[in-house]
């Protein structure tokens, strides 16, 4: 029996998504995913594990709502972001019939999450300064339900134009829903859309654990948006999100001394970019170092194919965006440890 003939015919034709994890590789320098490079210590306080948790645990709700500087109804915790970013698509794309854009080079699982729940993609490339295509996305509106903009963008680092941001936000009203993927928000806190929300009923923002907060392990995000939107994801997400640890967990992080972590976390990483770039800027492989308002940096390397493999066959695994970008020798490095910086350097070193 082909139990491939009874799988739905767009998950057969499905290209799973290429996390970091899922491509591999053998090393001790993991610079593919943008994860922080050291764990922080956590302590599990709640040993009741014989109740289900709370659906929607309301000390990391109040938590997040603190911080972020909206009120707990403006909240939904789910599974990472990535599953909010599912979960919009199932409350607002009818499949078959809805479809949702998005500007790449950006992140990947917007694609893949549309193609698993078969709704259609509408494709508005970035201009060459990867920036809004306004006038292109204006023209692609038609069956559009959600229109995903990734900020600071993942994979090419950059911020998209606030002004750009509400030109969009005005093209979308009365049609469809907004969605800023803020996940890397916390290296450039001061670009976040959040103080939006009060004029833009339709605006959605999507944050996460995984990134500055060290907690990819974890797998905690959020939506922040105005009540009638959480309203309707409340009714498509699962009924215990969250693991009774990763709530406690989430909890911590979201105290005072958690935030505070964080944020030496962003100062760290920031200063460690600043040096790691001037450094890359110094070798002869290296042709662009792009601005990133994130905690990793789009390099295009004269011969991206070599640093990738020489580095790769070092043990130091790196992530390769030729094809994402559709620029050739386009590599992103997540900014690691200095230790670890100091390794790329010196494997780029022995390759000049
Ligand atoms: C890492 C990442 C996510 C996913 O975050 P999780 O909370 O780990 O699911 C979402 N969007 C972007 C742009 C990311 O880079």
Not at 49 to 69: D, H
Request: one cysteine or more.
């Amino acid at each position: 029996m082909d139990i491939n003939q009874l799988v739905r015919k767009n998950v057969q034709k499905l290209t799973p998504y290429q996390s970091a994890r899922r491509i591999g590789g053998k090393g001790n320098v993991w610079l593919n995913a943008n994860e922080y490079p050291i764990a922080p210590h956590y302590e599990l306080s709640q040993q009741t594990l014989n109740r289900y948790p709370e659906p929607q645990p309301e000390n990391v709700i109040k938590g997040y709502a603190e911080y972020a500087g909206v009120t707990p109804e403006q909240i939904i915790v789910s599974r990472g972001a990535d599953e909010a970013i599912e979960l919009l698509m199932r409350a607002f794309c009818e499949p078959g019939q809805d479809s949702i854009l998005y500007c790449p080079p950006t992140y990947g699982m917007y694609q893949v999450s549309a193609e698993t729940l078969g709704i259609d993609t509408k494709k508005v490339p970035t201009n060459k300064d990867w920036q809004l295509d306004l006038k292109g996305i204006q023209n692609n509106l038609d069956q559009v339900k959600l229109i995903y903009v990734c900020t600071p963008n993942n994979p090419t680092g950059n911020l998209i134009n606030h002004e750009d941001l509400k030109t969009l936000l005005a093209i979308a009203k009365d049609r469809a829903l907004v969605v800023i993927d803020e996940a890397y928000i916390e290296f450039s806190p001061q670009s976040s859309v959040v103080t939006w929300l009060a004029d833009y009923p339709h605006l959605v923002i999507l944050r996460t654990l995984s990134k500055a907060f060290a907690l990819a392990g974890l797998r905690c995000g959020f939506t922040i948006a105005n009540k009638p939107i959480i309203d309707a994801l409340q009714k498509v997400i699962a009924p215990y999100p969250l693991a009774v640890p990763v709530a406690d967990i989430a909890g911590q992080a979201l105290s005072k001394e958690g935030i505070k972590n964080m944020q030496l976390h962003v100062v760290n990483m920031n200063n460690q970019k600043e040096k790691f770039t001037k450094e890359l800027l110094q070798l002869s492989v290296v042709e662009q170092v792009y601005p990133s308002a994130s905690n990793y940096l789009c390099v295009k390397f004269q011969d991206g194919k070599d640093v990738f493999n020489s580095l790769w066959n070092k043990g130091i695994i790196l992530r390769d965006q030729s094809k994402s970008t559709g620029t050739n020798n386009m590599i992103r490095i997540t900014i690691g440890t200095q230790a670890e910086c100091e390794a790329v350097i010196s494997a780029l070193k022995a390759i000049e």
